[in-house]
């Protein structure tokens, strides 16, 4: 009966086994096809008595990983906005769960502590941010935007003489808060968990979907006196990578008493360029600021970062103490965001800015804007393509639009092709919709992807675009999903990407 202990012997083998499977897996990657080749493991749900040891285990998941695994660390993933993991970063990442340290405070791990402390100094002068400002690692934007909207939160607590953490919202009225169309779904999540009602948001745009109107917002201050309000500036719209305008909104709240959060979970990189920096122009002047670190900083996930202007907020929004802690001057960084017990994320974080420094992640990040700028170029030359939107940073919105094709029937078409990219795999995105429109948004964030890997998205969608139409003739729209579907198709051929 094997027992973690008696396993003891295994432990090199076992770490062999995942490190050379490994190198195979990431070997293949680039020119894998990147959906799964299964819908997921037929895994037994029934908890097994008896184990089968370490290795075989090990095997067991290896293979129904190599079968249905996404490859979505590989360069021609581009839906949602997902990075891979880089050479330093993964290397980092496997230390840390070797090492196995919680980062909560200098007591558990004075190693983890300080990578932590390094790499947010790090991370604010990569993006410019005041070196007086607090920051923490997270899971992610989504934690991120959390923690930052609890600082948030805390400042309108005590702008009304309440300490919101100690004493509840003790009667105050709900909070005000302000934003553009763009704001992310996961700063809606925040919100809600945060007890602020996500349905209280005042999305300020002109048509409900875009930029914040910026007189709208002036008015709606002006309106509010001097009642504390929280406004979220959005740097990376997730359809278009469009900005609301931190600048102006900044400008207008700071003869308010509002509190500006910026949700810049990949448009903060935006930031790193001479080419991009405009927009986010203002940044430092904001009191809070989310972003990712498994986007388009390329580290495994899960990992984010928010940063605050004044330092007691985080700490008085997530402050925890027992004696059994212990105490040290130093601040503990599980008391600066919503975990206490923490994985090391920052080793990843350290090892990939210690690698690649400002200059190559600088570098990465002008690639992907000039291959986005490149499809971009390419849907404008197509005869059947439509771009929806500009390309200001590393996301490409447009659909396929064939001439004389009814428009009432093209967002099923859309739909459709969307359907068959992930079925097909070449590439990986599917559709959203943006300005009442179905379309396509691939991002571009990941470290190995090249002009190959991103030529093959206005390839696929023209020749899946063809096929659809052909496929389905006039009766596109009035055929139930299911048979509009189709037979799935015979896998395509993986196109090489010319690296
Ligand atoms: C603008 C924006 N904010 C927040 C998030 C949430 O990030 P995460 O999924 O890492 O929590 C995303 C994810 O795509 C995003 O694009």
Redesign the pocket.
């Known amino acids: 009966m094997p027992d973690p202990l008696s396993d003891h012997a295994n432990l090199a083998a076992a770490l062999d086994l995942a490190a050379s499977e490994a190198k195979v897996y990431l070997a293949g990657i680039d020119d894998a096809l990147v959906r799964p080749r299964t819908s997921g493991p037929s895994q037994d749900m029934d908890l097994p008595d008896e184990g089968i040891g370490s290795l075989a285990a090990l095997a067991e998941l290896i293979e129904s990983a190599d079968e249905s695994s996404t490859r979505s660390a590989g360069p021609r993933f581009f839906h949602?906005?997902m990075g891979g993991g880089t050479p330093a970063a993964l290397g980092a990442d496997w230390l840390a769960s070797t090492l196995d340290q919680n980062a909560y405070n200098w007591i558990s791990s004075p190693f983890a502590s300080r990578l932590e402390q390094v790499s947010v100094e790090w991370l604010k002068d990569l993006f410019g941010l005041p070196g007086e400002w607090s920051g923490v690692i997270t899971t992610?934007?989504?934690m991120a935007?959390f923690a930052s909207l609890a600082a948030a939160r805390r400042w309108w607590g005590l702008q009304q003489g309440v300490d919101i953490e100690a004493d509840g919202f003790s009667g105050l009225p709900p909070m005000t808060i302000l934003s553009s169309g763009y704001i992310?779904v996961?700063?809606l999540k925040a919100i809600a968990m945060l007890g602020l009602g996500r349905d209280r948001v005042r999305r300020l745009s002109r048509d409900g979907a875009g930029r914040i109107d910026l007189d709208a917002l002036a008015s709606v201050l002006r309106e509010r006196n001097q009642e504390p309000v929280v406004i979220v500036a959005?740097a990376?719209d997730?359809n278009t990578g469009d900005f609301d305008p931190l600048a102006d909104i900044l400008a207008i709240a700071r003869r308010h008493s509002a509190w500006v959060h910026v949700?810049g979970?990949?448009g903060l990189f935006a930031a790193l360029s001479p080419l991009t920096r405009h927009l986010v122009e203002g940044l430092e002047h904001a009191d809070s600021v989310a972003v990712?670190g498994?986007k388009w900083l390329n580290v495994p996930y899960d990992s984010?970062y928010a940063f605050v202007r004044d330092p007691s907020y985080l700490a008085g929004a997530f402050g925890a103490s027992a004696s059994y802690l212990g105490r040290d001057a130093r601040p503990a960084f599980g008391n600066l965001g919503p975990e206490m017990s923490r994985r090391a994320r920052s080793l990843a974080v350290w090892a990939t800015l210690r690698a690649y420094g400002r200059s190559g992640i600088r570098a990465m990040v002008e690639r992907h804007v000039r291959l986005a700028q490149r499809v971009g170029e390419q849907v404008d030359a197509a005869p059947d393509l439509e771009r929806l939107a500009e390309v200001r940073l590393n996301v490409v919105c447009f659909r396929f639009r064939p001439p004389g094709f009814p428009e009432d029937r093209l967002d099923d078409l859309n739909r459709r092709i969307g359907e068959m990219v992930l079925e097909d795999g070449r590439v990986y995105f599917g559709t959203t919709e943006y300005d009442g429109k179905v379309a396509f948004r691939p991002a571009i964030v990941n470290w190995r992807t090249r002009e190959g890997d991103v030529d093959l998205i206005v390839t696929t969608v023209r020749e899946l675009g063809a096929r659809a139409i052909a496929r389905a003739g006039p009766g596109l729209q009035a055929k139930p999903a299911t048979e509009a579907a189709g037979e799935p198709e015979a896998p395509a051929e993986v196109a090489k990407p010319q690296h």
């Open positions: 949602f906005v992610g934007a989504t935007n992310h996961s700063a959005n990376g997730v949700d979970a990949f990712d498994h984010g």
